[in-house]
């Protein structure tokens, strides 16, 4: 007797319906035959034991007989425990011991324990993503998947615990409808504003010029890199920068939420990620890891950033080769992962903070202790980090130590909540700015997904659009290209830098004090080691 069931199999952040075919011949055997087919994996293959055990401990009696399970289509590697489930329901549906012959309007996923109870398992956002496409409007999941799950529109969420469980509502589907009550969640709920309850920028003495560095960042979304001594607080600054960052949009949150679920770091009693994701990876972490990899590849730090804060401390201390793999997402916002079975993409758009000393000992330029350092040691330092990686990060600032007067009885700083409001205000003109434009040239409706959400996402055509100088600016400009040997992507970053300024400032016009602020932030142009 044949038997259906769907499931899904996660690739890259995405979702691909599997039919899950279960066939046994009737002929009773001396021992159980099970033969799984379809390109699966060790763990696919695996679930032959899992499901049995699960299946006699729930309390149904198979005898033993020659089983074929077909996944369908064949030509897609199947990875993952999440078939258990769909293998467990499709043998008793094919030996009578459910009361339907159909699910066509179900979809399972779940790994079974020995005792018949289901475990969580990754990827369940896009799975109900890939659900909502194909039309299939329910989905039996392990229980601890629900608040993912639930967070789609279109797809009725019904969390289980046990292999028992389903085969009761499977049977309520025959018997005149489905008694159990799905999850409701609705997702604009799951958007609601939190207080930042970690680091405050009040607690930071001094550093005027690096906070208002933090804050035009934040506010635009551009990439930086701050240059200091030991203890000068370049790591503190950092660590408070996601406290001044604009809410993530609901459309931000999804694609988040899907890389980190299928990256199985989801906090699954959140359901949906809800602030931007702060990843800080140590110094020793591989290309892989920051970039993503394996035979069945992963996301990487870069990925889990995605619409977040990246920071990279002690920058150069990362292997040289960890640092290049930066160039495509900073310049793309996406990384692409090619391998012999498949070729992946996933986002990664995020905003890079990096700190780093001047010299090995860290005292260069420093006013109250020498440097030991040798003009050739500096030099081999300061080469661990490329040329053209310096280029793509907009923002670069001296962060000096600070007075004694100051630690001591300067004032506090201005809270995260205040600079946020600002942050906050400038990202809502921008989002105003680039959905009008969209809805110009592509003819969009209102809220539909942009492809731009902060200044440093601007193209070369978005820049001469939205950048016009006036002639006071333009001279500026021009000056300080001619002096400092300006290249063209250092041009583009001062003008992005500049819009948000005067975005910041409420201000329509690009002036010269945006221009001449943005031309500050280019500390690394101006020969810093010289």
């Not at 699910?103 to 398992?121: A, K, Q, W, Y």
Request: with cysteine; net charge neutral; aromatic share 4%.
């Amino acid at each position: 007797m044949l038997f259906k069931t769907q499931s899904a199999a996660v690739y890259g952040i995405d979702a691909n319906i599997i039919d899950v075919e279960v066939d046994f011949s009737g002929v009773k055997t001396s021992e159980e035959v099970f033969n799984t087919v379809g390109l699966p994996d060790a763990a696919v293959r695996e679930s032959r034991d899992r499901v049995r055990s699960a299946i006699k401990n729930s309390g149904f009696d198979v005898p033993p007989t020659r089983i074929t399970i077909n996944l369908a289509p064949a030509d897609l590697k199947k990875v993952g425990s999440g078939f258990d489930l769909p293998i467990a329901i499709g043998i008793l549906g094919a030996y009578g011991a459910l009361h339907t012959k159909e699910l066509d309007d179900f979809l399972m996923v779940g790994e079974l324990g020995l005792d018949g109870g289901l475990r969580p398992v990754q990827g369940m956002l896009p799975i109900a993503v890939a659900a909502r496409e194909r039309g299939i409007r329910n989905l039996l999941i392990p229980a601890s998947n629900a608040r993912e799950a639930a967070v789609v529109d279109g797809v009725k969420v019904f969390p289980v615990r046990h292999l028992l469980e389903v085969r009761e509502l499977v049977n309520s589907v025959s018997m005149g409808g489905i008694t159990a009550k799905p999850l409701e969640r609705q997702p604009a709920d799951l958007q609601e504003a939190q207080e930042h309850s970690g680091p405050d920028f009040k607690d930071v003495r001094g550093q005027h010029v690096a906070k208002r560095a933090l804050e035009v960042a934040a506010a635009g979304g551009h990439n930086i890199l701050m240059i200091g001594p030991p203890g000068s607080g370049k790591t503190m600054l950092a660590k408070r920068l996601p406290s001044i960052l604009a809410p993530l949009e609901f459309d931000e949150a999804l694609e988040t939420t899907k890389i980190h679920s299928v990256a199985g770091v989801l906090d699954r009693e959140q359901g949906l990620v809800r602030h931007r994701p702060f990843r800080s990876p140590h110094h020793t972490i591989s290309d892989a890891g920051l970039i993503g990899g394996g035979m069945v590849p992963r996301p990487g730090e870069v990925s889990l950033a995605h619409n977040g804060l990246l920071f990279l401390d002690e920058l150069p201390e990362f292997p040289r080769n960890v640092l290049e793999v930066l160039r495509q997402p900073l310049e793309d916002g996406t990384v692409t992962i090619a391998r012999a079975a498949m070729s992946l993409e996933f986002p990664a758009r995020f905003m890079l903070a990096a700190a780093m000393n001047p010299c090995p000992c860290g005292y260069f330029n420093d006013k109250s202790r020498e440097c030991m350092c040798t003009p050739p040691m500096i030099q081999r330092y300061v080469s661990k980090v490329s040329g053209p990686l310096l280029d793509r990060i907009d923002i670069h600032i001296e962060v000096p130590a600070v007075e004694y007067k100051e630690l001591r009885g300067g004032q506090a700083g201005e809270s995260s909540a205040a600079i946020r409001e600002r942050v906050v205000r400038a990202r809502s003109v921008q989002r105003q700015r680039f959905e009008a434009a969209e809805e110009r040239t592509k003819g969009t409706a209102k809220g539909a997904a942009r492809s731009v959400f902060a200044n440093a996402q601007m193209s070369s055509r978005q820049i001469r659009v939205f950048c016009e100088l006036n002639s006071d600016a333009e001279r500026m400009l021009e000056r300080a290209m001619q002096q400092q040997g300006l290249s063209a992507r250092a041009h583009d970053r001062i003008l992005k830098v500049a819009r948000t300024v005067a975005d910041l400032a409420g201000e329509q016009e690009i002036g010269v004090r945006h221009i001449a602020e943005a031309i500050q932030y280019r500390t690394l142009d101006r020969s810093y080691w010289a």
